[in-house]
Structures are given as structure tokens and as C-alpha cells.
């Protein structure tokens, strides 16, 4: 069965410091690949996304993601977080081609400390 | 151009009673989803709608019905509401992969 995994589920930063969050998924064939973010109380939207080419990917407000298929991961990552960044980050992958339907991961709280 | 809107944005309700929650976009976007997000559980498809016409099982189906009124709006109904679907409900709509989300509904069941 096709899933993606978020390993960290709780991260808590202080402001500056570097930011990696795991995302790996099982599914066979070629895959699109996004980040979602979530602020408090508010709804999800997108933040990057790959689906061809350049492997790195950047997004929205300094956040990149890179592709590695021989790892099946795509991590998000931003060099110095802000207070701001504190929000839910899902992961989300579905089949090139295929449904358009996506699988998420559960998710990775980040919170930020000023 | 409002994107994806719910209503109503919260709502607490007594185990057994109904409620039809709205769903509506502006995009022109054929495909609707609806999902509930759980802390720890991410978000989990209860159902979605390809297009005009059609809608199909989700991950998590079970008490909820749906129905894709026209291209614009699809709701989510609970015939009989129970604890275990006290959640946070949010629509979504694509025209291709990428998904734009609604505001999403806070809901209760008592």
C-alpha cells in the first residue's frame, strides 16, 4: 500500500536556527511530491512542490525540499526559522499519471521559539 | 475570487442529530474532496468527487454521506452524529494535483 511517513512528529526550535523535517513514502513509479503548511487556525496551503526536473525545490518564505529517489524522500528544510514558521507541516505525495488524489503524511508540528 | 469556503466554521452538536456541512469554490476546479484531520492522524479522506456527477469512498467513509450539487458545491452530511466524529473538517478542490483548502469547520459532537 502506497504511505508516506513524517518521522518527526513534534519539533521545537528557537528562532535562527536550521530546520529539517523527514518525509519518505513508499509508492511505485514516478511520484509528485508537496508540502503543505498550516499557520494556527487557519487552513492548509501549499508551500513547494515538485513534480520534474531540478531535484531541489524552492518554495514559499525561504523554504526549499529536496528530492532524493534513491532515498524515496523528499525533506524540507529552511536555513534559520523564524517565530513566524511556527505551523503543521504536512507531506503529501501522489502517482504521476494517476489519481489526483494525494496520500499525507500525519504531520509535523514545528513550533519556534522568539 | 474567494478560493474554497465552508460554512459554518464551528458547530456543536448532540450524539444522533444531523448536519449538512457546505462546501463551495470558485475556481472552476472539477475535483472535490472532503477530509477530517485528527491530532496525530494528519488528514484522512472521507470522500471525494472527480467531477460533476460523481463521488466516491474515501479512506474513512463510514456516517457520512455526500453530494456534489453542481461543479461549484459539495457537502458533507452526518445522518447521525456520534463522539467519534468530533474532528476538524475541511473541502478541498484541484484541477489537477495541487489542492487549494478551505477554511475548514471546527465540529463537536457532545
Known amino acids: 500500500a502506497q504511505s508516506v511517513s513524517q518521522h518527526n512528529h513534534h519539533v521545537i526550535l528557537s528562532e535562527a536556527a536550521s530546520l529539517e523535517l523527514g518525509c519518505n513514502y513508499s509508492?511505485?513509479?514516478?511520484?509528485?511530491l508537496f508540502w503543505y503548511v498550516q499557520y494556527p487556525g487557519q487552513h492548509l496551503q501549499l508551500l513547494l512542490k515538485y513534480f520534474s526536473g531540478d531535484p531541489l525545490v524552492k518554495g514559499i518564505k525561504g523554504f526549499e525540499a529536496e528530492f532524493i529517489k534513491s532515498k524515496f524522500s523528499f525533506n524540507l528544510r529552511k536555513p534559520s526559522v523564524q517565530w513566524s514558521d511556527t505551523a503543521e507541516y504536512f507531506c503529501?505525495?501522489?502517482?504521476?499519471?494517476?489519481?489526483?488524489?494525494?496520500?499525507f503524511g500525519r504531520g509535523t508540528s514545528l513550533i519556534v521559539h522568539p | 475570487n474567494a478560493g474554497v469556503t465552508q460554512t459554518p466554521k464551528f458547530q456543536v452538536l448532540k450524539t444522533g442529530q444531523s448536519m449538512t456541512l457546505q462546501c463551495a469554490q470558485d475556481?472552476?476546479?472539477?475535483?472535490m474532496y472532503w477530509y477530517r484531520q485528527d491530532p496525530g492522524m494528519g488528514l484522512r479522506l472521507i470522500y471525494y468527487s472527480a467531477s460533476e456527477g460523481t463521488t466516491d469512498k474515501g479512506e474513512v467513509p463510514n456516517g457520512y454521506n455526500v453530494s456534489r450539487l453542481n461543479k461549484r458545491e459539495f457537502s458533507l452530511r452526518l445522518e447521525s452524529a456520534a463522539p467519534s466524529q468530533t474532528s476538524v473538517y475541511f473541502c478541498?478542490?484541484?484541477?489537477?494535483?495541487?489542492?487549494?483548502f478551505g477554511p475548514g469547520t471546527r465540529l463537536t459532537v457532545t
Open positions: 509508492y511505485g513509479g514516478t511520484v509528485n
Open positions: 478541498a478542490s484541484s484541477i489537477s494535483y495541487e489542492q487549494y
Open positions: 503529501a505525495v501522489n502517482l504521476a499519471g494517476g489519481s489526483y488524489i494525494p496520500t
Open positions: 475556481m472552476n476546479h472539477n475535483s
